[in-house]
């Protein structure tokens, strides 16, 4: 008797192969039998009804770390069909992390991923400090896989405590962080991370950036002895250096054998020869035989915040970001400041012109005011498109919120292509990171909605093979990414004309009741995590626990 | 497969400050000059604070941005979208 049997499906195996019909069956976690017709008994049946059964997708660049101590399911990840997600990119991990190091690490945390205090904050039981230990903490809590990264940045601290942020490693050191990678693949870490453009709350540069091109070297020859990933954040946004750290990545990727990734590349109107002239340069590393993969998402760039949070939208503008990481009672009386309030509107608007006049507001007590330019409200109030955002802030107690939409990576004649080449891994959601600024869930059935279905730059059975089967051969995670019997059961069932994201709803789902973005997912009918089925349109989240750490 | 050219760029060697870059990468000008040029060429670095401190992971381009390639952007640190 098998676990599980779905019928009548239209199975797009991952291989990229013609999508066909038929039926597949699920026993002690891994499928049995892919396509034909099974005429045996099952202790649960799905009916697929005819709509797409296809390899659990995979997310390579997320943020989980400490979400999945909290919540195995990362929500709302596995409903939109994800069923393994890369955490600890960008040189920031969980583990391996000294006690000591803690509070540390989190303020990084805090700073690049914008996560809250109340994620870390009592959230979870800090249990280890290795990564084996990490990883057994994991176990037992997920509904989904999960394939860790090590960061750059705690390893260095690990080592270097203080002065990881200061200067370069020793060749003590160096060996001694070697040696702490090592220990951190055997224990099932997928890969490192590191990062090129991030810095910590005191916007001094986060440790992995203060690393020699010797240190990246000697960690390199360690991966290389397991053939596992190096994924870093280049400058994105120069081309030029974009295009150094592909041609350093190669020289890594060669010297040692390894796969290495880079994320993210957006298409921009500001750099609009940036996209071609990176994969111009990748494919000419391709052709040398090294592995530079670059890691392009599929949703637009858009930004949503309201007072509450210092919002990655306000980075480029010290004084608002400065003010708005105040308590709240100070940050309140900053903004209800004549002084403050005038100095941060000419801030932006020097000049006569606001950057601000197309942002809309997007949730607000008075309705009226929703979906409406600040650039429209402010003509009717009187005053600037700033003013108003600060106006109606106050006026509300931060209860107004904003969207500033498509600020790039919006044009899907571009995006499209882009997303299609071959040399592009399509990633980057960066799920469960900027929690307060936007969703980063859903952009797989944004992949299908708009590429697939709306512009046809992909099939339906290109697509699927770009975020199952590529994904997983890029990482060398074994066994996922194809239906074919014998292979872990991670399997998704979603209806092709009506696959998408929700609507972006901020939520308090956090812990204490801590804000954040989300999507829901459309299309979706079920996700199948190692055999049992985590999650259900019929019947949401279940209990199951099935998800693992993927070992590479 | 033959490389495309490409803009140049070097990596500090440790306990490197920009004199010791400009003397290594322009041997033939007279440092000062040599490190104006460094620095024109490096305007992200400057951008910074304090402005000009590099670390050991950053790329310093040893010339100009090549011709037809739309030139240098003096990016920043954290813009939106940033990881």
């Not at chain 1, 990655?312 to 309030?341: G, H, K, S």
């Not at chain 1, 802030?393 to 600020?407: C, I, K, Q, T």
Request: charged share 20%; glycine share 10%; net charge negative.
């Amino acid at each position: 008797m098998l676990d599980i049997l779905i019928r009548n499906g239209r199975i797009v195996d991952g291989t990229g192969i013609p999508a066909y019909h038929g039926d597949l069956g699920i026993e002690g976690g891994r499928l049995r039998q892919v396509g034909g017709h099974l005429n045996v008994d099952a202790r649960h049946m799905v009916d697929a009804g005819g709509h797409v059964v296809a390899p659990g997708f995979i997310d390579p660049h997320t943020h989980f770390d400490a979400q999945l101590l909290w919540d195995g399911q990362a929500r709302p990840a596995l409903e939109h069909g994800v069923t393994t997600v890369v955490h600890g990119n960008c040189s920031l991990s969980l583990a391996p992390l000294k006690a000591a190091h803690r509070p540390r690490l989190v303020r990084m945390f805090q700073q690049i991923e914008e996560m809250p205090d109340a994620a870390f904050d009592g959230a979870f039981e800090w249990t280890w400090e290795a990564f084996d230990a990490y990883v057994d903490a994991l176990r037992g809590r997920l509904s989904l896989n999960v394939a860790p990264l090590a960061g750059h940045s705690p390893l260095r601290m690990w080592v270097m405590g203080e002065e990881a942020q200061g200067r370069a490693a020793t060749p003590d050191e160096t060996r001694a962080m070697q040696q702490l990678l090592r220990e951190c693949l055997e224990a099932g870490a997928i890969g490192l991370s590191t990062s090129y453009v991030d810095f910590d709350e005191n916007m001094r540069p986060v440790p992995s950036r203060y690393a020699h091109a010797e240190e990246l070297d000697a960690l390199c020859s360690v991966l290389g002895d397991f053939g596992r990933m190096l994924q870093v954040v280049p400058e994105f946004y120069s081309t030029d250096i974009t295009i150094a750290r592909i041609d350093q990545l190669a020289e890594l990727s060669l010297a040692h054998g390894i796969p290495t990734t880079f994320s993210p590349l957006f298409d921009s109107v500001t750099m609009p020869a940036n996209v071609s002239r990176v994969l111009d340069r990748v494919a000419e590393q391709f052709a040398r035989g090294a592995r530079v993969w670059p890691q392009v998402q599929t949703r637009p760039i858009d930004i949503s915040f309201s007072f509450e949070v210092a919002s990655l939208f306000f980075v480029t503008q010290p004084m608002w970001y400065m003010i708005l990481r105040l308590p709240r009672e100070q940050r309140l009386a900053a903004f209800r400041d004549a002084a403050t309030r005038k100095s941060l509107i000419d801030a932006v608007e020097a000049g006569g012109s606001s950057p601000w006049g197309e942002l809309r507001v997007r949730d607000s007590a008075d309705a009226s005011l929703i979906g409406r330019t600040l650039g429209d409200i402010a003509e009717e109030r009187g005053g600037s498109p700033a003013a108003v955002m600060i106006d109606l802030s106050v006026e509300e107690d931060f209860g107004v919120h904003f969207l500033s939409a498509s600020m790039g990576h919006d044009d899907p004649s571009r995006v499209g292509p882009t997303l299609a080449n071959d040399l592009v891994h399509v990633g980057a959601s960066d799920a469960g990171a900027h929690i307060q600024s936007f969703a980063t869930y859903g952009d797989t059935g944004y992949l299908f909605d708009r590429f697939v279905r709306d512009g046809r730059y992909l099939s339906l059975e290109h697509a699927v093979r770009k975020i199952t089967s590529e994904t997983a051969q890029i990482w060398g995670i074994p066994d996922r990414g194809l239906l074919k019997p014998g292979a872990a059961a991670d399997v998704v069932v979603f209806d092709p004309e009506t696959i998408g994201r929700g609507a972006e709803l901020p939520v308090t789902d956090m812990p204490e009741n801590g804000m954040r973005y989300v999507r829901d997912a459309s299309g979706i009918d079920a996700v199948i995590v190692n055999g049992e089925v985590a999650w259900s349109a019929a019947d949401g989240y279940t209990e199951a626990t099935s998800g693992n750490v993927v070992l590479p | 497969m033959t490389l495309s050219r490409q803009r140049g760029f070097v990596t500090p060697e440790p306990n490197e400050d920009w004199r010791a870059i400009a003397a290594r990468v322009l041997p033939a000008e007279p440092t000062d000059a040599a490190i104006e040029k460094l620095r024109s060429w490096n305007l992200h670095l400057l951008a910074r604070n304090p402005p000009g401190e590099f670390t050991g992971s950053d790329v310093l381009f040893v010339e100009p941005p090549l011709e037809g390639t739309g030139g240098a952007l003096p990016g920043l640190d954290g813009v939106p979208g940033d990881d």
